[in-house]
């Protein structure tokens, strides 16, 4: 390994120059390159088919994603959140004329606490929204319940959660609506990239208005839309990448595998696990460093792996309730469990072509540390 070259936490995943070439061809022929055009509708349908779900609406990225399923619900009041996320879900909230409640997580998964839900709920509520992090599925059941008693909608932001499956079925299925991200860095990109995925039919006509302007299909407009319609050589790499999504799943599983095995056993280093029943799709590897424990501050490791070219993330830190653009503004929330957890989480590399030379360089390092 040459380790004077820098490691980041994950590097996008491409298809070969050729295949994507060939991909784009029959764009020359047809000059179509936008406005749902073969290679989207055809995306559309293969991923229908991967996820395990006929309505896939395709926009943009992941935040339009959020945006316009909150929008196109007609959303008024308050949502229940967790601050434990990326600064998208909340400001896909603020952004669409909601006030977000921040709920805490659960110490185990860091998903959203169903058993603190409950009492955040005013009657200006309307939504929950929560997160699966790191492709930790959220406590669909106990969120499906709290929902159905009070008359919520939900919507999952499952942009770590691209092709994670349950029990053998795709998580879309649960909630309202699911929001993915396709961004570069997720495990499936499209370069940029979303979909909203819903059972909700009437959601899904209004979201294709939507995304094109509120055009409907007689070309008068019905709704006050925005433009998120997704490209052909955006659909071309997705096209591609989809291809070969199962060889880089497998070469995510080796790498986290590895890590796994060469932290056990270090005292104050927590590895986040895939829960029972779940098919992960390995799209982060977070650790949680308890700085008593483990003898050093999640500062000190920071440094430490940086002084070695390996760049970990404290992902997510701040909470975004702590973000100056929301501290000021919102009801900060007593979320003791997301300060706790936020506090020590690191994340570190993880993907499909890193050297797994990196892993075990990694994991010394953490090794050597605690032992110092
Ligand atoms: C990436 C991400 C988003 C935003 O998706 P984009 O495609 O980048 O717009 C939203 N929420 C979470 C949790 C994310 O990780």
Not at 16 to 42: A, F, Q, V
Not at 321 to 333: I, L
Request: proline share 4%; charged share 25%; hydrophobic share 35%.
């Amino acid at each position: 390994m040459n380790k004077k070259s820098d490691i980041y936490v994950t590097r996008a995943t491409l298809p070969s120059y050729e295949e994507y070439i060939e991909e784009i061809r029959d764009i020359w022929d047809s000059h179509w390159l936008t406005n749902m055009g073969s290679k989207h509708n055809r995306l559309s349908r293969e991923l229908a088919d991967y996820l395990g779900i006929d309505g896939v609406e395709l926009v943009t990225n992941g935040h339009n994603a959020l945006e316009l399923t909150l929008q196109a619900y007609g959303l008024h009041g308050e949502v229940i959140t967790t601050p434990f996320t990326f600064v998208s879900t909340v400001s896909a909230i603020v952004r669409s004329g909601l006030t977000p409640v921040f709920c805490d997580i659960k110490p185990d998964d860091y998903t959203i606490d169903p058993d603190k839900v409950e009492e955040l709920i005013t009657d200006q509520t309307c939504a929950i929204l929560p997160v699966h992090v790191y492709g930790n599925i959220c406590d669909v059941e106990a969120i499906y319940e709290i929902a159905q008693n009070h008359g919520l909608k939900v919507i999952y932001d499952a942009a770590h959660a691209f092709g994670i499956k349950r029990h053998g079925e795709g998580i879309s299925k649960y909630g309202d609506a699911s929001c993915f991200s396709f961004h570069a860095t997720k495990v499936f990109n499209t370069i940029e990239g979303g979909a909203v995925c819903s059972n909700d039919n009437d959601l899904l006509e209004r979201i294709r208005r939507m995304r094109d302007f509120g055009i409907g299909d007689d070309d008068t407009v019905t709704e006050i839309g925005t433009n998120a319609k997704l490209n052909e050589f955006a659909a071309a790499m997705g096209l591609c990448n989809l291809r070969n999504l199962e060889e880089c799943i497998v070469a995510r599983r080796i790498r986290y595998e590895k890590y796994l095995s060469q932290l056990d056993g270090i005292s104050g280093i927590t590895v986040n696990k895939p829960h029972e029943m779940t098919q992960s799709n390995y799209s982060y590897m977070p650790i949680y460093v308890d700085a008593e424990k483990y003898g050093h501050s999640r500062a000190d490791l920071f440094d430490r792996l940086v002084s070695e070219h390996i760049h970990p993330r404290k992902y997510f830190y701040p909470l975004i309730s702590d973000m100056p653009c929301y501290r000021s503004k919102y009801h900060h929330g007593e979320t003791p469990v997301a300060d706790r957890i936020s506090g020590g989480i690191m994340t570190l590399p993880l993907y499909p072509d890193l050297d797994i030379e990196v892993v075990d360089h990694t994991c010394g390092i953490i090794r050597k540390l605690y032992e110092e």
